[in-house]
């Protein structure tokens, strides 16, 4: 019963964040996938020395999934670019690499533009009807049901 509730509970927060911050235990898990070994398994029987070999050896020559993902994107890539629309843009690896794809930073024009944007974006509020209210400029404050003008 509790693997469950364990299991729901990582679908909806995420789970690996620990993982993530450190970075030797992520290694850890990624040494004893690619040796079919369990975690505490591969902890008793690699000592210090050869831990610290296998992580320069990672550095040369990585291994396990990230490094998969980077050369089947390659290989996607290579295969949409045959197949593409000459007048189109050509693609790249990471954009067949879930979780890869990094969002395109917003470009205003205006500088007022990207102000209201920031102001409905973070604080939920809309400057230009603010303004149509007659403020010549908006005072933010915090209240208990978050920002308000």
Avoid at 67 to 83: K, W
Avoid at 97 to 105: L, M, N, S, V
Wanted: proline letters at 6%; hydrophobic letters at 40%.
């Amino acid at each position: 019963m509790r693997a469950r509730k364990r299991s729901r509970r990582c679908a909806n927060e995420g789970c690996g964040k620990k993982l993530r911050r450190h970075p030797e235990q992520l290694f850890w898990h990624r040494l004893a996938l690619a040796l079919g070994k369990s975690v505490a398994r591969a902890k008793r029987e690699i000592d210090s020395v050869e831990f610290a070999h296998w992580m320069a050896y990672y550095n040369i020559e990585p291994f396990g999934t990230p490094i998969e993902n980077l050369r089947m994107g390659i290989v996607a890539s290579t295969m949409a670019n045959i197949h593409r629309d000459p007048k189109r843009p050509a693609f790249a690896p990471a954009d067949f690499i879930p979780g890869e794809r990094k969002a395109e930073p917003v470009q205003f024009d205006d500088p007022k533009d990207e102000a209201r944007f920031v102001a409905l974006s973070v604080f939920g509020i809309d400057l230009v009807k603010a303004k149509a209210k007659g403020r010549k400029r908006v005072k933010l404050k915090r209240g208990a049901s978050g920002w308000q003008v």
